[in-house]
């Protein structure tokens, strides 16, 4: 059985990896925006990264 101790350090690391991810789009998000004022398509960006075009067209406008 897990010890309680075993729960909150389990916790810590989710938390731990939810701020990296966070951290990983908001960069991932500034080069999307990077590429497209560059001239790159929505849709080779969209090719490259596996997001779908709707998703990178509300990363642009959120920025």
């Known amino acids: 059985m897990p010890t309680e101790q075993d729960l909150t ?3 810590q690391r989710v938390e ?8 990983a789009r908001a960069e991932r998000d ?12 929505a ?5 490259l990264t596996g997001i779908d075009q709707a998703r990178i067209g509300r990363i642009k406008r959120a920025g």
């Open 9 to 11: 350090a389990a916790q």
């Open 16 to 23: 731990r990896a939810d701020e990296r991810a966070s951290t």
């Open 30 to 41: 500034d080069l999307i925006r990077a590429a497209i004022a560059g001239g790159m398509s």
């Open 43 to 47: 849709y080779r960006i969209a090719q």
